[in-house]
């Protein structure tokens, strides 16, 4: 995958935050984003609590997180700002989240078609010039994600090529993630 | 707590079982309850997992699971029949699960208001007689439940006083669990 | 395995005891033996640790706990007194402990060798009348021991047959265990 | 603390290379020292397993690890090579370890010495000019030493002063490490 600008986020509504984010506005800092859906097992148990580490433990200039609700499946019962909300009420998390806009005919909402995920979770590192550079699907090492960052934070320059780990390859749900159907 | 007769179960629903269960039918085996909500942390991370395991640890013919969803908050999102589907097929969990039926005025449903329970998740052990052996809120050792289950699939005397841990004292949702506001 | 009178512990040293325990002395209790190596992985990890809840989790009067140190490797380095004792004091684990008896000719000792164990860590149950009734190697899953301890506490009949797990198929160590080398 | 340049290594015997290694022939690259204890329950738990995990998660051209074995404690135990040799061998570390050369008069070894060690296990961060920029007693959180692997691997300058962690307040051993007795 050859460097490219990160796709605009699309979204309905924001948590966690006195007004809504944009990446055009955050240029200047790197942007994290962690793409869920709230019935995601490998998304509850993984993906946002290394989100909220992630998110207390570098400082707030040189790194912005945001969960991302990219609902592709359960429409009716995840899909609402109300799950979304409680959701976010009962389990604590901290850092900014918004709604992922449902497309028109229903299935994979707009931001998530937009950077081609192939499940959830997704992990997205965005360099401080909006540059997507990396795009993760499943469970990441904390270790690689540590210095991944920080390589983010320290570069000025805009040539390395996004180094990717391995997707699973899931069907539907396991305790890593959950799967967009491909042959839908 | 002197032993007496479990109440019995008021429900609108069922999954994971051809037909609606009730304790009258179940007489004769040990039925282990889980009372729990699909967005309190502490069930999804700690109470199912456990109910799940002693599903597939004891024989059906001793020992029967029943996860009851006995939703005290958040009526609107996680209330619904097809939020518990939703629910249940991302997480996969295999034993019977009903749901309790919400009283009249919302709030406390009517089967976690019989049993008086203070939160989620709960578990409760009723003897081969119907009766009420165990009760507890919050995280429950593993060594000890394995013991308090075979002791009354062991057990044909009445006479055991109920042994219950020590309820946490919660406020709202942690790791452990979710407390009903006891000022409402 | 038909239900046989337990082999007596063969033992050099015994520690976090005011005097050497034996199985006739302890007649009329539940016994559980963790055998172990103070350098298997499996056994630090998980079975002293386990041994230790289940020491804390039962009443003394129904249950005895005995760590018992059967080196069949490394004798050098983990087969010494001054060993043993400084591995107990910087784990801090609180049950008797008692050293297996070396054989003449090295290798596996003692009660090691008259219970036929396959490695560390196995951990054996021991009914009130003195008679074997378990014997794993390998991981223990912790709701199945519960409930094995209770049966045992609560049964004055001696015709159950020993139900095993099954045993892992080791070569050297593995987060399990350390199994015994069967060309040896 | 200023920037200055790291001790050398005072050793007595190295394990998993085939020569001794020294800082000034690892200058140019990134060096982590993981000081130990094989007895000490945190190295064991926690210290040694990050280590193996930064061995495999970093270029070894970019990031050199080395396991020391400061023993201050029990050393008639885990003091020799044939100890640490079958406590490697249990465990499976693969990064280069190296025994620290104990001092005259026994008690802390001479490399502990000269990092003012404050216990075990600490963790080092040297840069590619041989400088010591980190120096942690206790648990690593993950994310953070990835952070800092990088920020030195990126590094050419060395203006950046140390940031450390907390040190743990222990007394004897604990779950997080074991502390060198202070009124000694």
């Not at 990717?164 to 839908?184: E, K, N, Y």
Request: charged share 15%; aromatic share 6%; hydrophobic share 40%.
């Amino acid at each position: 995958m050859n460097i490219q600008q990160a796709p605009a986020l699309q979204t309905t509504a924001w948590f966690n935050t006195g007004k809504p984010l944009s990446l055009d506005q955050l240029r200047g800092k790197v942007v994290m984003i962690e793409a869920f859906q709230m019935l995601c097992p490998g998304c509850v148990s993984h993906g946002l609590p290394l989100a909220e580490r992630v998110y207390s433990s570098f400082s707030h200039d040189d790194l912005a997180v945001i969960g991302l609700h990219s609902v592709f499946e359960h429409h009716a019962v995840q899909g609402t700002q109300a799950a979304l909300e409680a959701f976010l009420h009962e389990y604590k998390f901290s850092f900014p989240v918004a709604m992922d806009r449902p497309s028109e005919q229903g299935g994979i909402p707009q931001t998530m078609q937009a950077y081609q995920m192939q499940g959830t979770p997704t992990l997205i590192l965005i360099d401080r010039q909006g540059q997507l550079r990396h795009q993760h699907f499943g469970l990441v090492p904390e270790l690689r994600l540590g210095a991944d960052i920080m390589l983010l934070i320290e570069d000025s320059r805009v040539t390395t090529p996004t180094r990717g780990l391995v997707a699973p390859t899931l069907d539907g749900c396991d305790a890593s993630g959950c799967a967009v159907d491909q042959s839908s």
